[in-house]
């Protein structure tokens, strides 16, 4: 009897083909750039190098390689400090020198501006530098229970795959969670339900910090008891978050104070758990600094600070300038500046809530009036639905903090090719070493014949 069932052969995928190629740049994810027929992009390659690599996966505009040797290297190569790196995808450029790091950001921000924006500055300002590492104060690390280890790993995602890392420590994070991966590792895998503990959620302040965990489920007692007992024994406070982020609530009264400072301006801020803050608290206060002096308000100057979060800027602009209003889309964050502005003493500041992702909900109370001065600070996907409201203001200097050189370079390039703005200034902010983050800040000026 003949057996009629299919008989197809099992399909074997071919190894990949190792090809050799100099690598011309970074892309924005900082991979090593090889341009051929059609370009690859090789992480853990620099620019400069002769590298042999293969390629492992293929998209229509570009392929992905995979680095199999360095056979010319860089003078820019490092060791990586973290011994997970290249695994972990917290970090992207551990293995280049942080000045080379700077000046690649800084050539991407160029680039940007130039070929989206199509302006150019008609300077550039210094790079602004501070810590490489222990310096992130804020991150969002990953929790799973992996059955092959038979533990719960703790840390960021492995890069370009959706697993958590196996990690001991974290170079980047700031004290003292940078060596808290190991022990939370092993607070999960010993607690009766860690594994419904998918993240964990780090505010590092001056005054305390706080670990939130996530939580899918209620937890037993017991578990309970184990976080007590971790947050004494290192000196963290630790919260749940059962639901949405309004359900953040500490494990144990009181809550944490958590306060940083800008002592150049003698002004503490105080902020909850859940709020965002600058990553890199020492550039943060550089980064403060810099935007007054660029803004340069003088008291017959009245300031509109947009994306004003807790007042990082606002207040600070409010000793320099005659008056000052602040105007951001979470009304949380709007309650707390006011109450910094009043913690510190600070009678010649306005707050108000505004959507300012929405040309729409873009008016309000917080634009009425005269504006001589502005600085925005928008996130991501930039600050261009409010542009036409700023630019009917007309005001004479705008200051643009930015953390995306692509929405930044967009925006300029309608400030200054539709409405007549000069780019006086740009620079890049070394806000994120070691990742592909790129924060930078940018001066433009209304020409004085439209005054």
């Known amino acids: 009897m003949n057996d009629t069932r299919s008989t197809r052969r099992a399909r074997v995928k071919a190894p990949p083909v190792p090809e050799t190629g100099t690598v011309v740049a970074l892309n924005h994810d900082g991979a090593g750039v090889i341009r051929d027929a059609k370009a690859v992009f090789v992480p853990g390659a620099l620019p400069g190098e002769s590298i042999r690599f293969a390629r492992v996966s293929h998209h229509r505009q570009y392929d992905e390689g995979e680095l199999l040797e360095v056979l010319e290297a860089s003078p820019d190569r490092v060791v990586p400090a973290c011994p997970h790196f290249g695994v972990c995808g917290g970090c992207a450029l551990q293995h280049m020198a942080p000045a080379a790091q700077l000046a690649a950001k800084q050539k ?23 810590p490489v590492w222990a310096y992130r104060r804020r991150a969002r690390l990953g929790a799973k229970f992996v059955t092959k280890r038979g533990r719960v790993l703790v840390g960021f995602r492995e890069r370009q795959k959706p697993y958590v890392a196996a990690l001991t420590r974290c170079e980047i994070l700031a004290a003292p969670v940078g060596n808290l991966i190991e022990p939370l590792s092993d607070l999960l895998t010993g607690m009766v339900r860690g594994n419904v503990v998918p993240q964990i959620e780090v505010a590092v302040a001056e005054s305390d910090t706080v670990l939130i965990f996530r939580v899918l489920e209620d937890l037993p007692q017991a578990d309970l008891d184990a976080l007590a007992a971790f947050e004494q024994q290192h000196a963290v406070r630790v919260y749940l978050q059962p639901g949405g982020m309004h359900t953040v609530q500490p494990l144990r009264a009181p809550a944490a104070v958590l306060r940083y400072s800008l002592p150049a301006q003698g002004l503490e801020f105080e902020f909850e758990p859940v709020d965002f803050v600058q990553v890199n608290g020492e550039v943060n206060r550089s980064l403060v600094t810099l935007a007054l002096d660029l803004l340069d308000p003088g008291p017959e100057d009245r300031v509109l600070d947009l994306f004003c979060g807790l007042g990082n800027f606002t207040l600070p602009l409010a000793q320099r300038a005659g008056s000052v209003v602040g105007v951001e889309g979470d009304a949380g964050l709007v309650q707390r500046a006011r109450d910094n502005a009043a913690r510190n003493s600070i009678a010649n500041a306005s707050f108000h ?53 692509g929405t930044l370079a967009r925006d300029l390039g309608v400030l200054c090719g539709e409405h007549g703005y000069v780019l006086s200034a740009a620079g890049v902010i070394d806000m994120f070493p070691h990742t592909n983050h790129v924060e930078s800040i940018a001066v433009l000026d209304r020409p004085a014949s439209r005054r």
């Not at 639905?385 to 004479?396: D, H, K, S, W, Y």
């Open 108 to 130: 991407e921000v160029a680039e940007n501006i130039s070929r989206i924006g199509r302006v150019e500055p008609l300077r550039w300002l210094e790079p602004l530098q501070g």
């Open 353 to 405: 809530v505004a959507n300012l992702a929405s040309a729409d909900g873009s008016g309000g109370p917080g634009f009425d009036g005269r504006f001589t001065r502005v600085l925005m600070d928008p996130p991501r996907a930039g600050a261009l639905e409010i542009l036409p409201r700023v630019v009917a203001l007309a005001p004479q200097r705008i200051v643009y903090v930015s953390c995306h050189p």
